[in-house]
């Protein structure tokens, strides 16, 4: 059985960094690739970053030379280093595992509230 836990989100201040991880438990993790999902108030569900198995990675637009993918496939961990954080990226931040090109497996996901 596959187990996802976030972990790292929290309050940040405007311009600042934070670094929320996802903890996987299950032997498919260094075969698959894995996102990372955003929730924002009242808004549906949005990829903001994927990393494949090979480590090739894929940004939303309005991340991109912020936000960093990684994965540690020793640690069967994940992780989304975000610097310049805005107000509006305040949300519900969600790891996923893909199967068959679509994500998954699903964490339970991390807050993340930036504040102005």
């Known amino acids: 059985q596959v187990q996802l836990v976030e972990s790292g989100g929290g309050l940040v201040q405007a311009g600042g960094s934070l670094r929320p991880s996802c903890a996987a438990s299950g032997s498919i993790f260094s075969i698959n690739a894995m996102d990372w999902y955003r929730q924002r108030p009242g808004k549906e569900r949005e990829l903001v970053a994927v990393?494949?198995?090979?480590?090739?990675?894929y940004y939303a637009d309005s991340v991109k030379g912020r936000f960093t993918i990684s994965r540690d496939n020793a640690k069967n961990t994940l992780y989304l280093q975000m610097n310049s954080l805005k107000p509006e990226e305040t949300a519900i931040y969600y790891c996923?595992?893909?199967?068959?090109?679509?994500?998954?497996?699903w964490g339970q996901g991390t807050q993340v509230t930036v504040s102005s």
């Open positions: 996923a595992i893909e199967h068959m090109g679509r994500p998954h497996y």
């Open positions: 990393i494949s198995s090979g480590g090739r990675t």
